[in-house]
């Protein structure tokens, strides 16, 4: 899969080009703050199958936001670094983190309407 460029309507719609996808910002978030085995995201987001889990690295590695590299070992293992770009959509991501928290925890309260 190649990286096309592409016309956007606004820009939460390019954003969402790049990190749109079920599993697309979990993988981001976990490898914020350090690179990743393969099994290791797999472990980190069980509900992903391996098929779905490749299928999203592949994508986050055509846009530029991730890189992969294949340690010659036997057997050979893959890991997962963010690149510069990658490390750019993080606060997005925290700012996200932020509001699902206050989300969850007004969700235990019952008042999600005043959010």
């Not at 010659?72 to 890991?79: L, Q």
């Amino acid at each position: 899969m190649e990286y096309k460029e592409q016309k956007f309507n606004c820009p939460v719609e390019a954003t969402l080009s790049l990190i749109g996808g079920k599993y697309k910002p979990l993988i981001l978030w976990h490898l914020r703050e350090q690179p990743l085995h393969y099994m290791e995201l797999q472990r980190l987001i069980p509900r992903a199958t391996p098929k779905m889990l490749s299928q999203q690295l592949h994508a986050l590695e055509d846009c530029g936001m991730i890189r992969r590299e294949v340690i010659p070992e036997k057997p050979p293992k893959t890991v997962y670094f963010l690149t510069p770009f990658g490390h750019s959509i993080i606060p997005v991501l925290q700012a996200m983190c932020e509001w699902g928290t206050e989300y969850l925890d007004c969700r235990q309260k019952k008042c999600a309407a005043s959010l």
